[in-house]
């Protein structure tokens, strides 16, 4: 489903795993109200920059971190943009087979915290912090500062970044957006080598825009299909979560010439 007569080939679920009618009403009642003004998902995000997302580690714990631990944080993002991605390649003219990453900076409270000094996972930024006290990547290296769709990044003397992955010491669950990914650092750590880091998949989906299913009224009907941005309901992404981001993109590929036909 890519392109058919010149066009980009979109579709609806055949396999029964989710009825047109559930993917139908979760856009219309929770999804599509969201798409309407917001031009910074992670799906923007990726063609502003030709399918790669440059990220910033803000590592929010009193907890040493290794390198060797620290050097695992990519390939775990890779596994969990993977189980999104391959709802999204070959259709509507989805320009890219992979989501490319990039770790530019890691933020910490102190230097001590780590048991290196070189920037091979880039900048280490010590003493760095937010508003509440949290390390973070300098504000001026942030390409979409106030949900911005571009930011100014000209005094940013390292690499810009787009997006952070923020383990936090006793979150307990997780937050995420078009900013990034907040998740519990015991969680994070302990599925660093697993097939799927579930918080972070869920939390990534909230960067595509897709909506959490807490309550029996944001849900079509009480068996809706399982999806990950249930909790509790899978540890994986679905056929049912790949339908709803399918959707997200139906509405976000028109707004790019290469992929609006």
């Known amino acids: 489903m890519a392109k058919k007569g010149g066009k980009c080939v979109t579709g609806d679920p055949t396999s ?13 009642k929770r999804m599509k109200p969201g798409y309407a003004e917001f031009k910074n998902f992670i799906f923007d995000q990726l063609m502003r920059n030709n399918g790669k997302l440059s990220y910033c580690i803000r590592w929010d714990s009193t907890n040493k971190l290794s390198k060797a631990t620290a050097s695992k944080f990519k390939t775990m993002l890779d596994k969990q943009y993977a189980q999104w991605n391959k709802w999204l390649v070959g259709y509507g003219c989805w320009p890219f087979a992979k989501i490319e990453l990039e770790i530019v900076g890691v933020a910490v409270r102190n230097k001590a915290q ?24 300098p504000t001026e290296c942030y390409k979409h500062r106030d949900t911005a769709a571009w930011s100014d990044t000209s005094k940013c003397k390292t690499k810009p970044y787009d997006i952070s992955l923020w383990p936090t010491l006793g979150q307990g669950g997780g937050a995420g957006g078009d900013w990034g990914q907040r998740a519990d650092e015991a969680s994070v750590i302990g599925s660093l080598d697993a097939a799927t880091s579930t918080i972070v998949a869920h939390e990534i989906g909230h960067g595509f825009g897709l909506p959490d299913f ?3 009224s944001e849900k079509p009907r009480p068996d809706m299909a399982k999806m990950i941005m249930q909790a509790g309901a899978s540890m994986t992404v679905t056929e049912g ?21």
Do not use: F
């Not at 029964?16 to 219309?28: P, Q, R």
């Not at 959707?247 to 976000?252: D, I, L, N, Q, T």
């Open 16 to 28: 029964g795993y989710i009825s047109k009618a559930d993917v139908d009403w979760i856009w219309e």
């Open 114 to 137: 780590l048991d290196w000094t070189d920037n091979s996972l880039g900048p280490i930024y010590a003493g760095v912090l937010d508003g509440d006290g949290v390390p973070q990547c």
């Open 214 to 216: 807490y309550q029996e």
């Open 241 to 261: 979560d790949g339908w709803l981001l399918r959707r997200g993109w139906e509405h976000v590929r028109m707004r790019y010439p290469s992929t609006s036909g």
